[in-house]
């Protein structure tokens, strides 16, 4: 399923090498970002699936995305490790799917993606944007409920892009994700070109 990135999105990955410095002190290194792209997503709907492909996709053209099952171990706080990479990253990716709307956590990543004013790119996986609904289970505060509605409608109003992964073509999928991924990178590396990090692009091994 995994195939080599197609030549516009390797083209667009040129545009965000830039050379390492020779040496890079443990201070340095303590402060580089968690991650460049934070995914969003519901692990029984598609961490086996797309969240896992889209993360080792993008993980081999030497990008930083982070996975809660990939970029944790056990014994780590779930909100120790994913709020400081919400806060860090540079851009989120919001994988929507029939049972998001059910998990608090899922929800509660997007209202800080949303709240950091992170740029996000959903994608619509066997799910309507008019079908994602919070529902209210009483276990949320209406001050909860709020930001998660907010943060819902912000994102179903933003383009994205849709899949079936029942008739869907993946790798061209994997492939139009990875390059619209990249492309917003490079317009936020632009907008903002004293905060451009340094990306050492691998090709598929």
């Known amino acids: 399923m995994l195939q080599s990135c197609s030549s516009s999105a390797k083209n667009l990955c040129r545009k965000l090498v830039r050379v390492p410095p020779p040496t890079l002190n443990k201070a340095a290194a303590m402060t580089r970002p968690v991650c460049d792209i934070f995914i969003n997503h519901r692990g029984i709907d598609t961490k086996r699936t797309i969240a896992g492909?889209?993360?080792?996709?993008?993980?081999?053209?030497?990008?930083?995305?982070?996975?809660?099952?990939?970029?944790?171990k056990p014994g780590d706080r779930l909100f120790g490790k994913i709020n400081p990479a919400i806060?860090?990253?540079?851009?989120?990716?919001?994988?929507?799917?029939?049972?998001?709307?059910?998990?608090?956590?899922?929800?509660?990543?997007?209202?800080?993606?949303?709240?950091?004013?992170?740029?996000?790119?959903?994608?619509?996986?066997?799910?309507?944007?008019?079908?994602?609904?919070?529902?209210?289970?009483?276990?949320?505060?209406?001050?909860?409920?709020?930001r998660f509605?907010?943060?819902?409608?912000?994102?179903?109003?933003?383009?994205?892009?849709t899949f079936d992964t029942l008739k869907g073509d993946w790798p061209e999928f994997l492939n139009s994700t990875t390059e619209a991924v990249i492309q917003n990178l490079v317009e936020l590396g632009a907008h903002n070109p004293s905060k451009k990090s340094t990306y050492i692009l691998h090709g598929p091994e």
């Open 149 to 161: 509605n907010l943060a819902l409608d912000e994102a179903k109003y933003t383009v994205g892009l």
């Open 87 to 146: 806060r860090n990253c540079k851009l989120g990716v919001a994988i929507f799917s029939p049972n998001y709307c059910d998990s608090y956590f899922c929800l509660q990543e997007l209202a800080l993606l949303m709240e950091n004013k992170k740029r996000v790119i959903p994608i619509f996986c066997d799910v309507k944007p008019s079908q994602l609904q919070v529902m209210d289970y009483g276990t949320c505060s209406a001050e909860e409920l709020e």
């Open 53 to 72: 492909l889209l993360h080792d996709h993008l993980f081999r053209l030497g990008l930083r995305p982070f996975l809660d099952s990939q970029s944790m």
